[in-house]
Nanobody
Framework: QVQLVESGGGPVQTGGSLNLSCAAF????????MAWFRQPPGKEREGVAA????????HVATSVRGRFIISTDDSQNTLYLQMNDLKTEDTAVYYC??????????????????WGRGTQVTVSS
């Protein structure tokens, strides 16, 4: 049984940083695609970044490119999202996802089979 557990969210001021973690159980992080999604208040879930093969292949949404970095730690079987220069529009519940259907757009939430419960990130000015 696959279980994904996110942590690291919280309140932060604009320009600050947070590092989200997603511990995976029953799923090998380095062998498969994994991703971060977020869902801002009143909006649909959107793809933030995805990675495969220990970071050898990555996709990053335009809205966070240059500020967010997705990575994995094989020894901890954990996915990370380092978020820098945070903006108020980054406020959302952040979710870890795994087990995508092959092909298509990685940023489409419906393609991903396994989800964590999410961690809240609140950015204030």
């Amino acid at each position: 049984q696959v279980q994904l557990v996110e942590s690291g969210g919280g309140p932060v001021q604009t320009g600050g940083s947070l590092n989200l973690s997603c511990a995976a159980f029953g799923y090998t992080v380095n062998d498969h695609w994994m991703a971060w999604f977020r869902q801002p208040p009143g909006k649909e879930r959107e793809g933030v970044a995805a990675t495969r093969a220990g970071g050898a292949v990555t996709h990053v949404a335009t809205s966070v490119r240059g500020r967010f970095i997705i990575s994995t730690d094989d020894s901890q079987n954990t996915l990370y999202l380092q978020m820098n220069d945070l903006k108020t529009e980054d406020t959302a519940v952040y979710y870890c996802a795994a087990g995508p259907q092959p092909g298509g757009d990685w940023a489409e939430a419906w393609r991903w089979k396994y989800w964590g419960r999410g961690t809240q990130v609140t950015v204030s000015s």
